[in-house]
């Protein structure tokens, strides 16, 4: 027969047990807890993230590109804004030095007054009459702004604002006395971009197809800023801007490159350099930084 003082201590290592059981049970919860709610966080960030800086092996593309364009600048361009979109990552870095706000299209506008025709058309179930193709290819090829007033009071400004809404450009406006000086964002503008060149849900084939091949054959004298630099396997669309204005000159570049696996959109917008040559440069300063970047990955 066992004694007392044995049946005392089995209960109480049984106890003890019981104890130990529930606290290694609780830990192991709360370390499930916490690495679900880890993994849970890192989504949540990366999410959230991910449209400004992708991190590939070990690198922060943010970082890098932007360190890129800060060198290439060297501090002589008092408002540059910048955004591209690398389509290989899937990545959109944004960088902006002097003015926070919005910056002047110029004749960049004239790829969203050609977009918001074509949008109208489709929505329609029109197509582009004789006419309206021969200013379209004026307005993008040619840079005409005799071509582009006719299109704008076609479409009326008004519809411009639509589009750009339903494109989800929020901070691009119209400006009602003058189209050039309809004000935008880098970012917005890449949005517009990437609509066009990578199978957007807005516009039908057709008409990115339209555009494309326009601001594929802009005029000579006026392929810089995204085309600069570039190797001799490249391709690109674009289309400038360059307007003398209050305090200096605005100078813009925005389009597409694809050079074998390199495959992005940029906006380049500026304002308030002393010429327009000036400003040339620094837009085609960047354009060529972007593209070594892009192509040494």
Do not use: C
């Amino acid at each position: 027969m066992q004694s007392r003082t044995y049946k005392y201590k089995k209960r109480q290592r049984q106890k003890r047990l019981r104890r130990l059981g529930v606290l290694l049970i609780a830990l192991a919860l709360g370390a499930v807890v916490v690495v679900v709610g880890i993994h849970v966080a890192n989504k949540t960030v990366k999410s959230e993230a991910l449209s400004q800086v992708d991190v590939l092996n070990g690198i922060d593309e943010q970082t890098e590109l932007k360190a890129d364009w800060e060198k290439a600048l060297n501090g002589n361009a008092p408002n540059v804004a910048i955004a591209a979109y690398d389509h290989k990552t899937k990545t959109t870095i944004v960088y902006s030095t002097g003015m926070s706000d919005n910056y002047y299209m110029a004749s960049t506008v004239k790829v969203s007054v050609l977009a918001n025709l074509l949008y109208q058309q489709n929505n329609n179930d029109q197509e582009l009459s004789t006419e309206q193709d021969e200013l379209a290819t004026n307005m993008i090829e040619n840079s005409d702004n005799d071509a582009t007033t006719t299109l704008v009071n076609d479409e009326t400004l008004s519809s411009l604002d639509t589009f750009w809404s339903t494109v989800g450009m929020d901070d691009t406006h119209t400006d009602t006395d003058s189209w050039g000086l309809s004000q935008t964002t880098a970012a917005d503008q890449v949005k517009l971009l990437n609509e066009i060149f990578y199978d957007g849900n807005v516009l039908p084939s057709t008409s990115r197809n339209y555009i494309k091949k326009l601001m594929g054959n802009v005029n000579e004298s006026q392929s810089w800023g995204i085309s600069n630099g570039l190797g001799d396997n490249a391709t690109y669309e674009l289309k400038n801007g360059w307007l003398e204005y209050d305090k200096g000159w605005i100078v813009n570049s925005i389009g597409h490159v694809k050079d074998g696996d390199t495959n992005y959109t940029l906006a380049i917008y500026t304002y308030g350099s002393d010429s327009e040559d000036e400003g040339i440069d620094e837009v085609n300063d960047i354009a060529e930084a972007t593209y070594k970047y892009l192509t040494a990955e």
